[in-house]
């Protein structure tokens, strides 16, 4: 399986680090024939205003959208959660995402006091230890679709949501070394969507 990280912005390269770390062929995606290439794809954290305009001067912003549309797995943390919401709340103007995953997410929703924390996580669907989970200006989600199951949660805002194909979380598990998380999405959410496919 060889999995893409789009890399226009933000901390793309914890987390290609972090599916290296997994044993995955990882690769930067910035144009659409990186992109054909990729059977699945991470959205890092950063800005989501941001690398949402420059795959749009990159021209793949459509190309992403229509990948995601038509199942291809991806995996987008905090700016990359917000990428793949079909609905944000206090958005910028004129914000636009890939969408494809039915939440409705708030962004900065943790507040200007609180820009950055880190918070021990259970995380549900087998973690056996709680995981670390650093937050930095990040969203959370206010509503799911009935088919998005919530796997973790702060004070009861999910912070990480998953659906048959799309996994998003608030935070940045590409900045702590425990790569649980990768290894969750390339072996539980990833993997069986692919070979559902073939
Ligand atoms: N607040 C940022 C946004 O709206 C996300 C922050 C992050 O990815 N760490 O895109």
């Known amino acids: 399986m060889k999995v893409g990280v789009l890399a226009l912005q933000g901390d793309f390269r914890e987390h290609s680090n972090a ?3 997994c044993g995955v062929d990882a690769f930067s995606v910035r144009r659409s ?3 054909a290439d ?9 800005e989501s205003t941001t690398i949402a305009h ?5 021209g793949i912003f459509d190309a992403i959208k229509q990948r995601i549309s038509s199942g291809m797995p991806a995996y987008g943390s905090c700016a990359g959660m ?3 919401a079909d609905e944000i709340l206090d958005a910028a103007m004129g914000q636009k995402t890939f969408g494809g995953l039915d939440i409705v997410v708030r962004r900065n929703a943790f507040g200007r006091q609180v820009d950055s924390f880190e918070t021990e996580l259970e ?3 087998g973690f056996p230890e709680p995981l670390r989970a650093v937050f930095i200006r990040a969203p959370w989600v206010e509503r799911v679709g009935p088919k998005v199951e919530v796997l973790a949660s702060v004070k009861s805002h999910p912070v990480a949501v998953r659906s048959k194909t799309l996994l998003a979380t608030s935070f940045h598990p590409e900045l702590t070394g425990d790569h649980r998380t990768h290894q969750y999405f390339v072996d539980q959410v990833a993997r069986p969507a692919l070979k559902k496919v073939q």
């Open 38 to 46: 990729a059977d699945a794809l991470i959205i890092p954290g950063g």
């Open 54 to 58: 420059l795959a749009q001067t990159f």
């Open 82 to 84: 917000i990428l793949l």
């Open 33 to 35: 024939e990186e992109l």
């Open 123 to 125: 995380f549900k669907d």
């Open 19 to 21: 599916l290296i770390a």
